[in-house]
């Protein structure tokens, strides 16, 4: 009987130790590390599937509420990125490509830039954007915005191709079968 108990307790302890352990790989596992992917949902009914390819665009014409956030978009595109990733789709069925123009022109500058335009502030976008990459997140600035801020062209985030215009590039995308979703 003591046997039995012994053994029940060891087998438990072990199955709570892997469960730990899945739930880590799990959260190690998301291609972007510092954003959650969407959470858990009881009997939802659209789910990711990993037979289709995502293809998105997204553009970020807005700069942060504040100025020492990152941008609420870039989170948004992480967590869906995640989102897919968690679900299933497989690396090369997501493809996403997140175009900055407008007020977010400013989120593609490197550090040393953005701080000579913000007082002094780091571009907290820097990480987020460096992580995306990594993941496999194609990033581009519209060559317009660039100029109408007459930012040095040098000052660009090497991360990131200057496009002519964030609307050629959003047309050529949804032309070639990428859905257009506006980032914020």
């Not at 469960?19 to 992917?37: K, W």
């Not at 599937?49 to 978009?73: E, H, Q, R």
Request: proline share 5%; with cysteine.
């Amino acid at each position: 009987m003591k046997t039995l108990w012994i053994g029940t307790v060891a087998l438990l302890a072990i199955l709570i130790a892997l469960s730990g352990s899945a739930r880590a790989q799990t959260a190690q596992a998301l291609p972007i590390p510092s954003v959650d992917s969407a959470n858990d949902f009881p009997n939802a009914h659209e789910m990711p599937d990993p037979s289709l390819t995502y293809k998105i665009v997204f553009d970020i014409g807005k700069a942060a509420p504040k100025i020492d956030d990152v941008n609420p978009g870039l989170t948004f595109i992480s967590r869906f990125f995640n989102t897919l990733a968690k679900g299933g789709v497989p690396a090369d069925h997501r493809k996403f490509v997140v175009v900055f123009h407008q007020e977010g022109t400013e989120l593609a500058l490197t550090n040393a830039a953005y701080k000579a335009l913000k007082d002094g502030h780091d571009n907290p976008n820097i990480a987020i954007i460096h992580s995306m990459k990594q993941a496999g997140i194609d990033f581009r600035v519209c060559g317009q915005g660039v100029m109408s801020r007459k930012i040095d062209m040098a000052t660009i985030n090497p991360e990131i191709q200057i496009d002519q215009w964030a609307m050629t590039t959003i047309m050529n995308l949804t032309a070639r079968g990428y859905i257009h979703v506006a980032g914020n």
